[in-house]
């Protein structure tokens, strides 16, 4: 399979009259994101059955065409562990992947391994070896060396033959339908954080401990420092750190001598925004209580949460021991958070059917919700049966009397 590095428009193009007409492509990019308000695309790699082709976008500077593609529901697009590809599309287009297969995702529902890397799959499924020896590529830099490129192939050149083995299996254990469902829930849960990331600021360290007042000011802060971290290409931590941004809101500084109060304010890249940020905090000072934001709950332990904590814990070992039933990874069905979710929603006086917790859903709940509901019920009791198993319980359910 022949292998190249695009560097002009018109080849580009070309490429992508291809892949327009390919029934699958594999995927991948490199890029860097230590010094940048998003990740600064370094590289593209592409896989079909006929060809493996990288892309320099330092180079070609209009790469509309791939992300139509991308967004088309007639193109399978495959890849591994693809949260920066998903966002490279949206970002570059406002639309996201329509038909994308993550095997990383697909692998979990087909084993216990997950999340397996790259190469841990490729072992697995076709036991090649992958040689690790460019992971610490600085990618922005150029020229490109041809080491660097074949490396960087060698992450889609596999991914079209172990999506169709995949495919297989998913088939062969009637997970078609869950594979589908996990793949489509993870590109829609990425869309949903970037639409919603102006109201990320809620989840700010020790937040709950502001007043109404304070929580409006931390609000224009965070607002502020995202619009300012965009329009720079600085990441965020570089404007003013988290913590920083929740002090300043706390003491409500109305100078620059006291805004400079706090030694960790000293530092020359956060001085320079200064007069921006006292005149944000004014803004949020002259609002009206109408539009203070709500006080946002306490997160720390109480003694229901103390309960959810244990309740969760002893569902977490019954959703193990499924899991190793059916072959398939505790981490790909649920987290502790999404246990303590269904005790809270199990319990619930006034069960909100529109807001299943995701164990009470689809696929979970086929494999284990039932079971979980029966636990809290008390309707079946667990044993050790066979301590050399790997799915050493037994759940055995309760006579009536």
Same mark, same amino acid.
Request: with cysteine; proline share 5%; charged share 30%.
């Given at each position: 399979m022949p292998s190249r590095l695009i560097t002009r428009q018109a080849d580009f193009e070309r490429l992508c009259h291809r892949l327009d007409k390919a029934p699958a492509i594999a995927f991948d990019t490199e890029f860097v994101s230590e010094h940048t308000f998003r990740p600064r $695309?370094?590289?593209?790699?592409?896989?079909t059955e006929q060809e493996?082709?990288?892309?320099?976008?330092?180079?070609?500077?209009?790469?509309?065409? @791939?992300? !139509?593609?991308?967004?088309?529901?007639?193109?399978? #697009?495959?890849? =591994?562990g693809g949260r920066e590809e998903i966002l490279f599309c949206w970002n570059a287009i406002q639309k996201p992947p329509a038909n994308l297969t993550d095997v990383q995702i697909v692998q979990g529902l087909l084993s216990r391994g997950f999340p397996l890397s790259h190469s841990a799959i490729v072992q697995k499924m076709t036991n090649a070896t992958i040689q690790g020896r460019e992971t610490r590529t600085d990618w922005g830099r150029r020229p490109l060396t041809k080491k660097q490129i074949e490396y960087a192939l060698e992450d889609v050149r596999y991914l079209i033959q172990i999506a169709a083995k995949q495919k297989r299996q998913l088939k062969k254990t009637k997970r078609t339908e869950w594979a589908d469902e996990e793949c489509r829930d993870f590109v829609d849960s990425l869309i949903q954080t970037q639409k919603q990331r102006g109201?990320?600021? #809620? &989840?700010?360290? %020790?937040?709950?401990?502001?007043?109404?007042?304070e929580l409006a000011i931390a609000r224009a802060l965070f607002q502020w420092r995202e619009a300012t971290a965009d329009k720079l290409d600085r990441p965020v931590r570089t404007i003013l750190r988290d913590d920083l941004l929740v002090d300043v809101a706390h003491r409500k500084p109305t100078s620059e001598a006291e805004l400079l109060s706090s030694r960790d304010m000293q530092r020359s890249s956060y001085k320079r925004h200064?007069? /921006?940020?006292? %005149?944000?905090? %004014?803004?949020?000072?002259?609002?009206?209580?109408s539009e203070l934001p709500q006080k946002i709950r306490n997160h720390q332990p109480d003694h229901s949460k103390q309960e959810e904590q244990a309740l969760g814990k002893l569902l977490a070992i019954a959703m193990a021991n499924r899991c190793a039933e059916c072959d398939l990874s505790p981490a790909m069905v649920g987290t502790t958070s999404d246990l303590?979710?269904?005790?809270? @929603? =199990?319990?619930?006086?006034? %069960?909100?059917? /529109?807001?299943?917790?995701? $164990?009470?859903?689809?696929?979970?709940? !086929?494999?284990?919700?039932?079971?979980? !509901?029966?636990? $809290?019920?008390?309707? #079946?009791?667990? &044993?050790v049966k066979d301590a050399h198993s790997n799915h050493p319980l037994v759940f055995e359910r309760i006579e009536e009397s």
């Open positions: $695309l370094c590289l593209l790699q592409f896989a493996t082709v990288a892309v320099d976008p330092f180079e070609v500077n209009d790469l509309t065409a @791939w992300w !139509e593609i991308m967004a088309n529901e007639q193109t399978n #697009v495959i890849i =591994h109201d990320a600021w #809620v &989840r700010l360290p %020790k937040i709950s401990r502001l007043s109404r007042r200064v007069p /921006e940020l006292l %005149k944000q905090i %004014k803004a949020a000072m002259e609002l009206p209580d303590r979710d269904f005790v809270r @929603w =199990h319990f619930s006086t006034e %069960k909100d059917q /529109e807001k299943r917790p995701r $164990l009470a859903r689809g696929w979970r709940y !086929e494999i284990c919700g039932e079971l979980l !509901e029966d636990l $809290l019920d008390g309707r #079946v009791s667990l &044993r």
